[in-house]
Each structure stands twice: as structure tokens, then as C-alpha cells.
Nanobody, 125 residues
Framework: HVQLVESGGGSVQAGGSLRLSCAVSGIFASSLCLGWFRQALGKEREAVAVVARDGSTTYSDSVEGRFTISRDNAKNTVYLQMDSLSVEDTAMYVC????????????????????WGQGTQVTVS
């Protein structure tokens, strides 16, 4: 069955960096859109960044210019490099895989994602 397992979360001071990884198994990740989402305590889950099958990327406004999503199809893995972290980035980060990354209008959406990981906690202080 399909599994997504995140790693790389932890605690970091404001201004620091973390790199998250998500290993996909049970399916060829190269055939899917891959994305990172996050959910802060008491808030709804939001899209952070997605990378399409062709490698094109889309970011939320809140992380544009600070975070970089990438994929390694040979390793069936998606990464999220997070730089210049702030307290507002504190959340559970979850990776996902699915058929499409964005809505027909080009907006980030969760609707196209079928498979979800359990998440890795990122705490910025």
C-alpha cells in the first residue's frame, strides 16, 4: 500500500533552517504531484508548496522566497528546504501525493491530493 513518511522536523531558533524529507513507497512518485502542507495548533491545514510531475513549483505567499520544494524521482522522495524560519512557521508539516497540484485557476489546493503522511513537527522559537 502507499505510504508517505516524513522526517527532518525539530526545534530551531528564528532565522534558522530545516530540511524536511518525505519518502514515498508503494507507488511511483514520478507519476504524481507532490506537496507539503502544514497545520498549526488551532488552525486549519494549509498548503505550503507543491511540485508537479514536470518539476514546476507553486508556493504559498507566506513562504515564497524562503522555502524551496524539490523532488528526486529516483529516490521517490520530496524535500522542503526551509530557510529564514519564523515563529509563524511553527506547525505540523505533512507531505502528500496526488493527481494534480493546483486548481484550474492555478491556485494551491488540497483537493488533488489522495495520499497523506503522518507529519513531522517543526517548532520555531
Amino acid at each position: 500500500h502507499v505510504q508517505l513518511v516524513e522526517s527532518g522536523g525539530g526545534s530551531v531558533q528564528a532565522g534558522g533552517s530545516l530540511r524536511l524529507s518525505c519518502a514515498v513507497s508503494g507507488i511511483f512518485a514520478s507519476s504524481l504531484c507532490l506537496g507539503w502542507f502544514r497545520q498549526a495548533l488551532g488552525k486549519e491545514r494549509e498548503a505550503v508548496a507543491v511540485v508537479a510531475r514536470d518539476g514546476s513549483t507553486t508556493y504559498s505567499d507566506s513562504v515564497e522566497g524562503r522555502f524551496t520544494i524539490s523532488r528526486d524521482n529516483a529516490k521517490n522522495t520530496v524535500y522542503l528546504q526551509m530557510d529564514s524560519l519564523s515563529v509563524e512557521d511553527t506547525a505540523m508539516y505533512v507531505c502528500a501525493a496526488g493527481i494534480y497540484c493546483v486548481s484550474p485557476q492555478g491556485a494551491l489546493t488540497q483537493r488533488g491530493f489522495t495520499y497523506w503522511g503522518q507529519g513531522t513537527q517543526v517548532t520555531v522559537s
